[in-house]
């Protein structure tokens, strides 16, 4: 007889963007796991535009509810979503995300034998005719092989595809939401994680697909959020006693270097240029963060 599967709360955290929410809500629709089995919990994060009608529109596909919250960052409205949630596991995913067909399925099979694990998934671009998109993936999944060489001892996982025990979670004080924007409560989470001595894997089969439309203004305007966010991650560190940021040459050469060992042969220059004007966006984020709160103080 087969095990029951454990039931899970998906969290969709969302702000503003009601085209791409009903994308990821029409792929949760569509997922190999029994519906019995599974809540969607959409934290409405302070929209302009009302999504009651929008989110009811899929009760009759899912064991779904929405719970409005004001405007206060991605961190405030995952904790909001996971204070409300039944499941015995959380799963985390953006509302611009489409998790694959058997992505609940794949992460209870990982739960089963490790079930007080954080369970970091593998995020694809949707986007590989945009250039900003294609770079910012290239990024994260840099900084996967760098954090999560060996997948058995991963020490950093994106927030768009993570999953784990909702009481070790709440244990954990969740994400902080000392971090106004979407960036960095992620790393600080797992940095967290990992200091209270619970464990991470990451699991590659368990996909994501993320559509994040992006053009030049908003790959700079990404970026310099990701600095001021690294800003803020390194100093939460220093107060946990992990000593002060000491950045790391080589492995911003090996970023920039990067495409050219990727599958991006043909558009590398152009990627590898976009990966530089990245990396100066996320510098002066850092600066600036570093100055704001130096002139609060």
């Not at 499941?87 to 058997?102: I, K, Q, R, V």
């Amino acid at each position: 007889m087969e095990q029951e599967q454990p039931f899970i709360s998906i969290i969709v955290p969302t702000f503003n963007r009601p085209t791409q929410l009903v994308t990821c809500l029409q792929s949760l629709a569509c997922l190999g796991y029994p519906r019995e089995r599974f809540e969607v919990i959409v934290v409405d994060d302070g929209s302009q535009t009302p999504l009651k009608t929008l989110v009811a529109s899929f009760s009759n596909r899912l064991d779904i509810v929405l719970t409005p919250q004001s405007h206060g960052g991605p961190a405030k409205a995952r904790n909001m979503g996971a204070k409300k949630a039944k499941g015995e596991f959380l799963a985390f995913t953006d509302d611009d995300c489409t998790p694959a067909p058997n992505w609940l399925r794949s992460l209870a099979a990982r739960f089963a034998t490790l079930p007080d694990h954080a369970i970091g998934g593998q995020t694809l671009n949707a986007l590989q005719d945009n250039l900003y998109s294609t770079t910012s993936q290239l990024i994260i999944n840099y900084l996967y092989a760098y954090y999560n060489a060996d997948p058995h001892q991963a020490r950093f996982f994106t927030s768009n595809n993570l999953a784990l025990p909702a009481d070790l979670f709440r244990s954990t004080n969740g994400f902080d939401t000392t971090f106004p924007f979407a960036a960095g409560e992620d790393r600080d989470f797992c940095d967290r994680w990992l200091h209270f001595g619970k464990q991470m894997i990451y699991a590659p089969e368990v996909v994501v697909y993320h559509a994040h439309v992006l053009n030049f203004r908003t790959f700079w305007r990404k970026h310099l959020t990701y600095g001021r966010g690294a800003f803020r991650h390194h100093q939460a560190r220093a107060h946990r006693g992990s000593g002060p940021f000491r950045p790391d040459t080589r492995f911003y050469m090996r970023l920039i270097l990067n495409p050219f060992k990727q599958k991006q042969r043909k558009r590398a220059l152009r990627i590898t240029m976009l990966l530089m004007i990245s990396q100066a966006a996320n510098a002066l984020g850092f600066l600036g963060e570093a100055f704001s709160q130096h002139k609060r103080r």
